[in-house]
């Protein structure tokens, strides 16, 4: 038989096949996340002896509606992203509407006890933060089309997350202090805690820097006790802007700010180092800064104290530990179940301590899920770091995904008493807008770092390479 002149090729004339982008799952792992989300609303009304209105339905339609509308902003500008990080949120964040709502009929029903008016819902504001969390999610997704370009601004990025935390220190005390803490920015009803955001903002310059940098910690400079040491002028900019979002934020009292910051930019310094003796000297720096910290500033202090006994002040500072305590006790393994608790004793339930809520009422079981959900969720973070090729992009992706790990040790250790209480809110789950904007930011430069990871190879948006010399076509000149 002839052989033909056109010879197939060795895959045959059928097209390659479409490589699978997870998006058909992500939709339907949005709509379990709904489905928990609306029958546990209903298991709240049930529990606390409601009729079932039509706030159940309004807040199942919109949270319905915000992550569809998250989801087909995905699918068309980040098709390749981690299919797993945005029902994770959708869930956290579901969960806390479920605790708000709870907590505002505990509110009702103490009002209504001691004959004042009710106050306003607060899952109602929650659920309009989640919506401008959509729509910061999607224009970082529009914007930020390569994560690359963050690099080139982030000195400039770094100066501007150092200066929101400036901003309330410099405010008088009127404008910027909530429970004892200089961290907000609060002018006739709006109130924003920058914090949040310079939080990204500096992960966004360090990961910059190190990644500049990176053969000065390893090559240049002194070498000492088994470190490299980088020159001083190399170092400097890490070193001035450490200590001054470290400083600002333990003079405002912001203790909890101040250690994420702090821990977030030695992990990351490993990171990129890759040697255990940054790790020890950040430790002993840690230590010794807690101690003086001790001496000189009287609320960390206190907290030490409330920390290592709050029951001998019952009746004053330990009042809150102790009726967390006191709520986990009482959940158990099982918990009370939704609605059927007491969490609207301990205060700030919405915000610092509502995963005392969780523990009351979803037991220990359902404080171990919220854990896990976390734990997916940084454990997918840190798989895109692996994952994506450039240098930056590891480090800004390790340095997102591990701040979220720090957080959600810090606040379950610090409602738990495993270490002082630090003031953080528990991200997606607790109430306020600042921390739901922020960490939807977040989230939208993870997924972006995914997509570019992710991409098969045939559809990275990249410049046509050149054709070799040696398989370029030759075409015979006639010279004039």
Not at 202 to 207: H, S, T
Not at 246 to 264: H, P, Q, R, S, Y
Not at 310 to 334: D, E, K, R, S, W
Not at 366 to 382: C, E
Request: charged share 10%; net charge positive.
């Amino acid at each position: 038989m002839a052989s033909s002149p056109f010879p197939s090729p060795p895959g045959g004339f059928a097209p390659a096949p479409v490589p699978l982008n997870g998006r058909k799952y992500e939709m339907w792992l949005l709509v379990f996340a709904t489905l928990v989300t609306t029958i546990s609303l209903i298991l709240v009304e049930v529990g606390q002896d409601q009729a079932l209105s039509w706030d159940l339905a309004k807040y199942a339609a919109a949270f319905l509606t915000l992550y569809a509308i998250a989801h087909a902003l995905v699918r068309w500008l980040a098709p390749y992203a981690d299919p797993l990080f945005l029902p994770i949120i959708a869930l956290l964040n579901g969960l806390g509407l479920v605790l708000i709502h709870r907590l505002d009929l505990s509110d009702a029903q103490a009002a209504q006890f001691q004959g004042q008016p009710a106050p306003n819902p607060d899952a109602n504001q929650q659920v309009l933060w989640t919506a401008l969390g959509i729509v910061v999610f999607a224009l970082v997704l529009f914007f930020l089309r390569d994560h690359r370009v963050l690099a080139r601004y982030g000195y400039t990025l770094g100066l501007i997350g150092l200066v929101l935390l400036v901003i309330p220190a410099v405010l008088p005390a009127r404008f910027s202090e909530v429970n004892g803490g200089r961290n907000w920015i609060r002018f006739s009803g709006f109130s924003v805690q920058p914090g949040e955001f310079a939080k990204i903002l500096l992960i966004i310059f360090v990961a910059a820097f190190l990644v500049s940098k990176r053969d000065l910690f390893t090559r240049a400079g002194r070498h000492i006790f088994g470190l490299d040491v980088p020159r001083a002028r190399d170092l400097a900019p890490l070193v001035v802007s450490a200590v001054i979002a470290i400083g600002v934020l333990v003079l405002n009292k912001d203790l909890g700010f101040a250690l994420l910051i702090f821990v977030t930019i030695l992990v990351m310094i490993y990171i990129a180092t890759e040697r255990v003796s940054w790790l020890l000297i950040g430790l002993a720096l840690f230590f010794a800064g807690c101690v003086l910290a001790y001496y000189l500033f009287a609320h960390f202090a206190e907290r030490v104290h409330v920390w290592l006994d709050p029951f001998a002040t019952y009746n004053t500072t330990g009042y809150q530990i102790a009726q967390a305590l006191f709520g986990f006790a009482t959940g158990g393994v099982a918990g009370t179940g939704l609605g059927s608790g007491r969490p609207g004793t301990v205060p700030f339930a919405k915000t610092d301590f509502i995963m005392a809520t969780v523990g009351e009422e979803l037991g220990l079981i359902g404080l171990a899920a919220v854990i896990l959900l976390f734990t997916v969720f940084v454990f997918r973070g840190l798989r895109t770091a692996l994952l994506v090729r450039d240098s930056f992009g590891k480090l800004l992706a390790a340095g997102l995904s591990f701040t979220i790990a720090i957080q959600l040790f810090v606040v379950v250790g610090g409602v738990m008493k495993l270490i002082p209480l630090t003031g953080i809110t528990t991200p997606f789950v607790s109430y306020g807008g600042s921390s739901l904007l922020a960490n939807y930011a977040l989230v939208a430069i993870l997924m972006r770092i995914s997509d570019e990871a992710r991409r098969p190879a045939l559809a990275k948006r990249t410049a046509p390479a050149p054709t070799p010399i040696a398989d370029a076509p030759t075409q015979m000149l006639r010279r004039p």
